[in-house]
Each structure stands twice: as C-alpha cells, then as structure tokens.
C-alpha cells in the first residue's frame, strides 16, 4: 500500500497541533502482554517508519509500555522526528517485576515520568501527555485534581505542550478542564461499549479529540456474530468494520489501533476507509443494544 491519503483528513488538538484522525498505537510493540522486548525489533523499527510513510501522524505510546521499550524503539525508528509527526504519551501508572500496572500518580512520580518520557523519546518537549486515571478498561470514580494539577505546572514550566485524560468518567473530564485545557480524552470505547456517547457529544461541540481503544475488546460472542455478518457481507474483517465505524461515529474521533505488522498496519489504514452506508450503521448501532 502506497498511498498516503489516510481516512478521515486531520484533527485541530490545538493552534500548533493538528494531527491525522488516523494514528498507530505502539504498545503492541513491545513483547507478550506488553513486558520485555519485542521477539524481532528490526521489525518494530519497520512498522514505525512504515507508519510514517503512509503519513500518520499521530502516534501513542507510553514509557510503561515494555516498561521503557517502545519509547526506545520509537526514538530509534523515527528520531530526529518529521516537524509534522506528533507523539501523544501517557503517565499514571508503573510496571511491577509480575507484569502488573499499579498506579504511579503522586506529583513527584509524575514529574519523573514526564522526564522519563521526554529522555527516551529523545525531546525537550512533550506534545500531549494523558493523565492516566482508571484502570484497565474502566475509570475509577474520584478527584483527580492533584494529578492532573501536577501536569498542569509541567506544562506552565514548558515541558508539555497538551494535556489530556485517560480511562476517566465525564465528571473527571469537566475537574481536568477546571485546572487547565484538555486537548483529549482516551477511554474504552467501541461499537459494542458505548457508555461514552454522551460524552463523545460533548466533547466533539468543543472541539476536543476523544481517542477510542481497544476497537474489538470485550464483544460478547453474540456481538462479535453480528459485527461478523455485516462483516462478511462487505466482504471486509471484523477490525476493518470496527474502525471504520468509529471513524464515521462523530468527526472527533481519533483511532489508535496497533499492531507490530506491517501487513496489519497496512489493512488497518485500508479498513479504515470502509464507506458505511445508513443502513450499515444501523444494523452495527444495534449491537450494543
């Protein structure tokens, strides 16, 4: 695949940052479970420069993805980086010695994070770090004044240019916006979960991206039968479908699939640009029920 004209055109973040609706999420980089290194990380190294050349823009990542690995191999790959490529890091949580991902969030751990972030990115400053505040897949109810005012101070000292929040509810959202300018949020959410419409809604009337992961994750098998007939009758996969529909969900949109292929990178980008027509979406709207 060589053309770079990527679905869904390019999204305002802010007056210097305007990346592609389309972007690569690199924790699949890493190795089994996102710990260790990579089994082949000339191949990782590919799939980046690959990401690029097709035009992305946008990539995710994190230092707790390996934990470390994927901001070293991103910094391998892409450095000194294109004017236009803008990488979107996470803080919030560490890795323990068992794989696990406790939380990381006292001011002073994230402040080293940032730092950590902005050494093995090889960058003076960061372009977007999210606050990452629930767990997994699910946000935790609470204040979250003290760690998003913590970033806040990062970005007066010049060290970050935006903020966003991740893995948060919409109470959390308006607490963050209270404290400083919230360029994005990056939930859980998929044509099958969608407890954030209202706030995808919300978010899109302010111009602000909302960044969907996990696009096949937690289908019932029912559901994974229904996005798999409209699916198949396309003629397209199940991943194709799931992305192309959350591009056409709401302009704001912004999709971070990931993959360590080139092959899948490639057929990500393609599927993506799946046209749905009316009555696709609204046999696909019917699966979350």
Not at 112 to 133: F, S, T
Not at 264 to 271: D, I, K, P, R
Request: hydrophobic share 45%; with cysteine; charged share 20%.
């Amino acid at each position: 695949m060589t053309d770079t004209t990527l679905p869904g055109g390019t999204f305002d973040l802010g007056g210097d940052l305007t990346v592609t609706r389309m972007g690569y999420g690199a924790m699949q980089l890493a190795g089994p479970g996102v710990f260790g290194p990579p089994a082949d990380r000339d191949g990782a190294v590919a799939v980046l420069r690959r990401a690029v050349g097709l035009g992305i823009t946008h990539i995710d990542t994190s230092d707790f993805y390996g934990p470390f690995v994927t901001n070293e191999i991103i910094k391998e790959a892409l450095h000194p980086y294109p004017d236009d490529l803008h990488l979107v890091t996470k803080v919030g949580a560490r890795r323990d010695a068992a794989g696990g991902w406790p939380h990381a969030r006292s001011p002073d751990e994230l402040r080293q994070a940032v730092h950590d972030n902005l050494g093995r990115l090889g960058l003076e400053v960061l372009d977007v770090v999210n606050l990452r505040v629930g767990g997994f897949d699910a946000p935790e109810a609470g204040s979250i004044a003290e760690q998003f005012g913590a970033l806040a101070e990062l970005r007066q000292e010049g060290l970050i240019r935006h903020l966003g929040v991740s893995t948060v509810d919409a109470d959390q959202v308006a607490e963050a916006q209270s404290i400083a300018p919230v360029v994005c949020v990056q939930n859980f959410y998929n044509v099958a979960h969608r407890v954030d419409d209202p706030l995808i809604d919300s978010l899109a009337a302010q111009g602000i991206a909302y960044v969907p992961y996990f696009p096949l994750g937690g289908f019932t098998p029912l559901q994974s039968d229904a996005l798999g007939s409209v699916a198949t009758r396309l003629g397209r996969s199940p991943m194709a479908v799931a992305l192309a529909w959350l591009l056409q969900r709401s302009p704001n949109i912004l999709l971070i699939p990931g993959t360590s292929s080139i092959d899948h990178l490639e057929e990500n980008v393609a599927g993506a640009g799946l046209s749905l027509s009316a009555e696709d979406r609204a046999e696909l709207d019917a699966i979350a029920g």
